[in-house]
């Protein structure tokens, strides 16, 4: 069993830094592959970004190409988002979900566990 809490969303100006952090509970998080998505309002939740167990293969989804990076500490159990050049349109809450095994495809319902979400808001 894994539970996952998100940290580190708030409100920015356009164009400013963020890092997300989720970590989780639990044993064996070195044996998941850990996934970001998001929701903005009035949509459909997305992937955003994946990394798999041993982070030699990240996922970016095209929006977020070159300004998020997803990493991971499986000492600390623990994955991260660095968001740079945040834009209005990269406001939503962003969930942490866990999948087990080395790398997972981009289907929701294949994830396991998923943390509570952390708002980001980010203003124009």
């Known amino acids: 069993q894994v539970q996952l809490v998100e940290s580190g969303g708030g409100l920015v100006q356009a164009g400013g830094s963020l890092r997300l952090s989720c970590t989780a509970s639990?044993?064996?998080?070195?044996?998941?592959?850990m996934a970001w998505l998001r929701q903005a309002p009035g949509k459909e939740r997305e992937f955003v970004a994946k990394?798999?167990?041993?982070?030699?293969?990240?996922y970016y989804t095209d929006s977020v190409k070159d300004r998020f990076t997803i990493s991971r500490d499986n000492a600390k159990k623990t994955v991260y988002l660095q968001m740079d050049s945040l834009t209005p349109e990269d406001t939503a809450v962003y969930y942490c979900a866990a999948r087990g095994g080395s790398w997972s495809p981009l289907v929701e319902s294949e994830y396991n566990y998923w943390g509570q979400g952390t708002q980001v808001t980010v203003s124009s």
């Open positions: 639990g044993s064996s998080f070195s044996r998941y592959s």
């Open positions: 990394i798999s167990w041993a982070a030699d293969s990240t």
